[in-house]
């Protein structure tokens, strides 16, 4: 089974700040890593795929980056509107999906 | 506009049994790979369950294995989660989730693109 591990757990930062989001996997997925943004009371959305594209309408100051166990998401300039929780999920495992714990962005 | 829509959420006791269904419409239903996720209350997301597009293959979590049942009527372009022996920490959201492949110039990959509103399940004595 893959074990997924997001960090940090939370963190607050300010409007116009840069956070990177760290994702570590238990075992090599290539690039086949998926970041979700789901905002309080709302369902998940995709914001990137394949480690790093990003999803059509997604703001480019998202991005992505990392293979093999090692992935990041990076937020270049926060906004009010980026206050979520970001998940990161393996797609390597064909079905069998799994999520990160989540990391809770508080602006 | 694609859409999923859940229904059959409810308030159980342990023990007891629910189906759940999510009708889904805007896209070629029998040509997708489903999925169910849950999130407990306060808590992160959960993979449940999925299966093929034709319905002949199926996946479970262990944490849902040999309890919970998913199935597809293509006709009715349904989805739905058959869930017994349910237990308090069953209690969750539950989404309806579609697996899209996006082809890149080198590989496909596989995404969680369309996701429904979620149908809230509770199980309580």
């Known amino acids: 089974d893959f074990q997924m591990t997001q960090s940090p757990s939370s963190l607050s930062a300010s409007v116009g700040d840069r956070v990177t989001i760290t994702c570590r996997t238990s075992q090599s997925i290539s690039t086949y890593l998926n970041w979700y943004q789901q905002r309080p009371g709302k369902a998940p959305q995709l914001l990137i795929y394949?480690?790093?594209s990003l999803q059509s309408a997604v703001p480019s100051r998202f991005s992505g980056s990392g293979s093999g166990t090692d992935f990041t998401l990076t937020i270049s300039s926060l906004q009010p509107e980026d206050s979520a929780t970001y998940y990161c999920?393996?797609?390597?495992?064909?079905?069998?999906?799994?999520f990160g714990q989540g990391t809770k962005l508080e602006i | 506009e694609v859409q999923l829509v859940e229904s059959g959420g409810d308030l159980v006791q342990p023990g007891g049994s629910l189906r759940l269904s999510c009708s889904a419409s805007?896209?070629?239903?029998?040509?997708?790979?489903m999925h169910w996720v849950r999130q407990a209350p306060g808590k992160g997301l959960e993979y449940v369950s999925a299966?093929?597009?034709?319905?002949?293959?199926?996946f479970y979590a262990d944490s849902v294995k040999g309890r919970f049942t998913i199935s597809r009527d293509n006709s009715k372009n349904t989805l739905f989660l058959q869930m017994s022996s349910l237990r308090i920490e069953d209690t969750a959201v539950y989404y309806c989730?579609?697996?899209?492949?996006?082809?890149?110039?080198?590989?496909?990959?596989?995404?969680?693109?369309?996701w429904g509103q979620g149908t809230t399940v509770t199980v309580s004595s």
């Open positions: 394949a480690a790093s």
């Open positions: 299966i093929s597009s034709n319905g002949v293959n199926t």
């Open positions: 805007g896209f070629t239903f029998n040509t997708y790979v």
């Open positions: 989730v579609t697996d899209s492949v996006v082809l890149t110039a080198s590989r496909y990959y596989y995404v969680m693109d369309v």
């Open positions: 999920q393996q797609s390597y495992s064909r079905l069998m999906y799994t």
